[in-house]
């Protein structure tokens, strides 16, 4: 059983910053691509950022230069740091994990979600 667990949400003033974290526990083979997606009231889940295994990274346009991913393989831990943040950032935040729990099954786990609010 593979469990992810979220840390990290808050409320902040526009402008400010807040750094989430994400890790996974249990029966772990290896772990392939990390990520973070949101989902605002009313609206569908989307995707915020993903960092594979070999450390690429890619971003949606509306984060682009704001928010930075990282991974810590050794602590099966995902990051987003997000800078300059906006009241449009307003969302549950859930990170993504694709892993293996044997050298034949990959899938894909989601943690609990986090809330992120911005406003002032």
């Known amino acids: 059983q593979v469990q992810l667990v979220e840390s990290g949400g808050n409320s902040v003033l526009p402008g400010g910053s807040l750094r989430l974290s994400c890790s996974a526990s249990?029966?772990?083979?290896?772990?392939?691509?990390m990520g973070w997606h949101r989902q605002a009231p009313g609206k569908q889940r989307e995707l915020v950022a993903t960092?594979?295994?070999?450390?690429?990274?890619n971003y949606a346009d509306s984060v682009k230069g704001r928010f930075s991913i990282s991974r810590d393989n050794i602590k099966s831990t995902v990051y987003l740091q997000m800078n300059a943040l906006k009241p449009e950032d307003t969302a549950v935040y859930y990170c993504?994990?694709?892993?293996?729990?044997?050298?034949?099954?990959?899938?894909?786990?989601w943690g609990q979600g986090t809330q992120v609010t911005v406003s002032s």
């Open positions: 249990g029966s772990i083979f290896s772990i392939n691509s």
């Open positions: 960092i594979a295994s070999n450390g690429s990274t």
């Open positions: 993504n994990f694709r892993l293996r729990t044997t050298r034949w099954e990959e899938r894909s786990y």
